[in-house]
């Protein structure tokens, strides 16, 4: 069967999706400081002021009113815990946790309440709910504006995490993570929403928990997540004029992650590397290297390299912050450490 | 609105209830027979009975690690909550919730929670949902002097205020947070003065009065249904037992618990109760016969029961994952 596509950014993707799903389930609400911006003031009774602080909502407020695009005080914790509640008892609720970073000042409410709830009461509720958050350095925002955390969030039962990094991905994701019974944190990429892609048109869903390989190879394996992904395809290009083939796993969802998808593919190369832009310790690079270790240690060829950010906050200039990130070059550096 | 008969009863009952049970537990965790952290409710009946008398049964409550009186109140029947206690298969969370986490969302009873402050948000989506669903369900959000310094208390309340969501939130003030008098932890004189600042409706009432209890919140939950947003009760009342089975209570003095203790809110209520002819003596002696006879069932049910399967470990965690 051939989608239709048309070629759209992966913030024109984020919201398409959120449009799909509010128009398909009168549940679904969005919720968030600034998501539509502008509430009570005149002129904006139906329109948005920003629609977003980067303008992924923007639009939406127009199409489905105040009452379901909902602009918050800035009280995470409450508007957070707020969706919680909503979830356990009938909407399926969008709340917008500006930069993940901020996941300081509401984390009870997501971890102890939204994550729990469900085994607390023996299976006797549910909480359809996505977080969408914003991750990522390069953008010059400093130490409280710029992690990426998602394996903090990983770590904790009851919770799915998803980073997508192209457009059609974020875009199927998306109504997966809504569609979705159990909450959802989705992180979206700061330095990802310009970038475009062909985007297929109308209903898209991608199955949670299913990997995608991002490029075919058998030289080496390199298990990338969100933005590095992109960074990945760039060293592969480099890596071919080499001679060297990499395959480009992308777990899309790291929890549940498609374990299998990354075996299979380091049972054909032998090689992994594993790229990740968030802090290296108790990290998803060193969760994948364990797996890999632990379950396909037999065909390992060589010890797992890891790219990953420093043990270290984000930091704001910009010839550090560059240093921060994991880059092309150091990439395809590991990729040669392991051959 | 003036007390019907049927309502006395009810009150009544579901106020010996929650004592018979408070008082059966303490003996059972003394004994060994109940694992983990319990946290008692008795003294405090008549402010989960006196609000719970004005909610239906589609509307909704949050609760606090003292739990077990909201719980009563709001319906939830004492066998399954006696087994949740012991940790058995037929608890209300199989097992796996125990007294601090004790919910039965099926009768609108959102959870105990382990953390203080933890429910006002929740309360909050609960009045999100049932005012876009149009349900009109009204939640009440019990939280204690302590929770009334937490950050989430605060939001909450002004997230409902801005939102006009149908919620009532009930202050319990039991005097203490775990051992910390209100006075060296509150800054205001009164909880309730704290409305003010969300522009809201607050008031102060006996808590050891189920009739003021009752009536305060009869008039926030007709605000709430009428869609004119929420209110804040502060119910000032006193528990019986320590902050958790096993607190031996060393900074109130045996003085002040005794002279709480003799304006007990359940003997209270049966005098008002039968004086103005709405309950008789013999109304009185059944309620508390038969609230025995059903703890002595749960606990019997409980026992009864069987452990969960360790398999259980690994389920509920997640509706489907992968």
New interface residues.
């Given amino acids: 069967m051939v989608v239709a596509t048309r070629t759209a950014t992966f913030r024109e993707a984020i919201n398409e999706a959120l449009r799909l799903e509010l128009a398909r389930d009168p549940d679904v609400i969005l919720m968030g400081e600034d998501v539509a911006g502008g509430a009570t003031v005149s002129g904006f009774e139906q329109d948005d002021a920003w629609g977003g602080v980067l303008g992924v909502t923007k639009g939406l407020v127009q199409e489905f009113g105040r009452d379901r695009v909902l602009d918050t005080p800035i009280s995470e914790s409450g508007f957070i815990g707020a969706a919680v509640g909503a979830a356990a008892t009938g909407l399926r609720p969008v709340a917008e946790l500006m930069f993940v970073d901020f996941f300081g000042v509401c984390m009870d409410q997501i971890f102890n309440q939204g994550a729990k709830l469900r085994y607390m009461f023996g299976g006797h509720a549910k909480v359809p709910m996505v977080i969408r958050t914003m991750i990522g350095a390069g953008f010059r925002a400093a130490g409280q504006h710029s992690g990426c955390h998602y394996s903090v969030f990983t770590h904790m039962p009851g919770l799915k995490t998803v980073v997508p990094s192209t457009p059609s991905d974020a875009k199927g994701l998306l109504a997966a993570s809504i569609r979705d019974d159990d909450p959802v944190i989705f992180f979206e990429h700061k330095l990802l929403y310009d970038i475009t892609g062909e985007l297929p048109e109308g209903d898209y869903v991608v199955k949670l928990g299913t990997a995608d390989i991002k490029r075919e190879g058998d030289g080496a394996t390199v298990v990338a997540i969100g933005r590095m992904v992109q960074l990945s395809l760039e060293a592969a290009e480099a890596l071919a004029g080499e001679g060297i083939e990499v395959e480009i796993v992308d777990p899309r969802t790291l929890s549940p992650l498609d374990d299998e998808a990354i075996l299979a593919s380091v049972r054909k190369t032998g090689r992994l590397v594993v790229v990740d832009e968030d802090n290296p310790r108790c990290s998803m690079a060193t969760d994948i290297a364990a797996l890999v270790t632990t379950r396909a240690f037999d065909h390992l060829d060589a010890p797992p390299q890891l790219v990953t950010a420093p043990h270290t906050p984000v930091p704001f200039s910009p010839v550090l912050e560059d240093v921060y990130v994991p880059s092309a070059e150091r990439i395809a550096e590991a990729v040669r450490a392991t051959l | 609105m003036e007390l019907t008969s049927d309502k006395a009863l009810w009150i009544y009952d579901r106020m010996v209830t929650i004592r018979a049970f408070e008082e059966r537990v303490a003996k059972l965790f003394a004994d060994g027979r109940i694992p983990g952290f319990v946290h008692l409710y008795a003294g405090e009946e008549a402010v989960a009975v006196g609000v719970c008398a004005q909610l239906n049964d589609r509307d909704?409550i949050?609760s606090t690690h003292r739990g077990h009186g909201h719980c009563i109140a709001k319906g939830v029947p004492v066998a399954p909550m006696m087994a949740e206690l012991f940790g058995r298969a037929d608890?209300?969370?199989?097992?796996?919730?125990g007294s601090m986490?004790i919910?039965?969302?099926?009768r609108g009873m959102?959870?105990a929670?382990?953390?203080v402050g933890?429910g006002?948000?929740?309360?909050?989506?609960?009045?999100?949902?049932?005012k876009?669903?149009g349900s009109g369900a009204v939640t009440a959000c019990f939280f204690g002097d302590g929770a009334a310094e937490q950050?989430?208390t605060h939001?909450?309340m002004?997230?409902a205020a801005?939102?006009k969501l149908p919620v009532i939130f009930v202050a319990e003030n039991n005097g203490f947070a775990e051992s910390t008098p209100v006075g060296y932890h509150c800054a205001a004189s009164n909880i309730a003065d704290r409305a003010a600042s969300y522009n809201i409706p607050g008031v102060s009432v006996d808590g050891y009065d189920v009739v003021s209890v009752y009536e305060a919140a009869g008039e926030a939950v007709a605000r709430a249904r009428r869609g004119d947003g929420p209110s804040l009760i502060e119910a000032k009342t006193w528990r019986y037992f320590g902050h958790f089975e096993g607190d031996q209570v060393t900074y109130r003095t045996a003085e002040q618990s005794a002279a709480y203790r003799e304006h007990d809110p359940l003997t209270w209520f049966a005098k008002q109760a039968t004086d103005r002819g709405l309950l008789t003596p013999k109304d009185l002696e059944e309620v508390t016969m038969g609230a025995e006879r059903s703890i002595d069932e749960a606990i019997e049910f409980a026992e009864k029961s069987p452990l969960p399967a360790p398999e259980e470990t690994l389920?509920?965690?997640?509706?489907?994952?992968?």
């Fill in positions: 909704f949050t608890g209300c969370c199989k097992g796996k919730g986490h919910a039965d969302v099926s959102l959870g929670n382990g953390i933890g006002p948000p929740l309360a909050c989506g609960s009045g999100l949902a049932a876009r669903k950050g989430t939001e909450a002004n997230l801005i939102w389920t509920d965690v997640y509706v489907s994952y992968r």
